[in-house]
Every structure is written in C-alpha cells, then in structure tokens.
C-alpha cells in the first residue's frame, strides 16, 4: 500500500514562519511591481513600494530571531533569567511588603530577594486584586 504524502510542513519555528512571510512578501510585491510596470498604474506602485517595506520588516524580524538565539558573554544564563529579580527589586524600592502571587517561587530569584528583605509572600488562588481585598476587608470586619 502507498504511504500517502503529507505536504504540511512539521518545521512550525518561529525562524522558518518568517522566513517563509519574508519569501511570500517579496513575491508579492515582486508580482505588484511587474504588475505596475505593465499597466503603468500609479497605484499599483505605491502599493510595490508598501509591499517592499512589510518585507523589511520581515527582514527586521528574522534578524531579531537569529539575534535572540545567540549567546551572551554578559549574561551566561541567557538574556530572559533575572528578570523576576529585577521585578523584586523594583518593586522593593517602591514600598511593596506583601506580595500576592498563585504560583510560589521556591528556588528561584525573587523567593531569595523577598525573604532577604522581609516581604511577606502569600500564595492564593484568587485571580483579582479586588478578590483579594474583598477578603481582606472581611477578615479585618470580623
């Protein structure tokens, strides 16, 4: 029996989405501006010229992609760790004592910043601030 062939790309990558917008791009504006040279359409061209940019901008994006998967001296464990320990500092400098949060952070930056600081942490299942007040102002009433 044949085995039935799937035309469906597996590669879903965010680098191989835009590199196959930036092709498409450039065929299309391609096309409009063969299009605007035939006809002559003034309107066609400006929309070539409108095509061009959406495929520097593709360009801008694959560029960004290639240069997020690249390595940094500077920061070892890759540019997206710390950013919870920066939030905690920050919101340390602006007063914050209490923190609510659904999620706890055992083992990682912003438990050893909290504890290091005295910040209560409180871990609750409430999606809301206003949840969370509304509690607060009931166990305060009784």
Known sequence: ??????????D???????????L?????????????????????????????SDTFASLL?????W???RKSEAFPWDLY?????????WLL?????????????DGKGPSYVFSDADVEVIITEDKAINEIRKKLTETEIN
């Not at 299309?28 to 400006?46: D, R």
């Not at 760790?81 to 500092?89: L, M, P, Q, R, T």
Request: aromatic share 10%.
């Open 67 to 69: 240069l997020s998967k």
């Open 81 to 89: 760790k710390g950013k919870g320990i920066k939030v905690s500092e």
């Open 61 to 65: 994006v694959l560029m960004g992609i």
């Open 93 to 105: 400098q602006n007063g914050v004592d209490t923190v609510y949060t659904r999620k706890p952070f």
């Open 1 to 10: 029996m044949a085995k039935k062939q799937s035309f469906s790309r597996k």
């Open 12 to 22: 879903n990558s965010p680098a191989a989405i835009a590199f196959y917008s930036t």
């Open 24 to 52: 498409l791009n450039i065929f299309v504006a391609g096309s409009k501006g063969v299009l605007a040279w035939l006809s002559g359409s003034a309107a066609l061209l400006a929309d070539t010229i409108h095509g061009f």
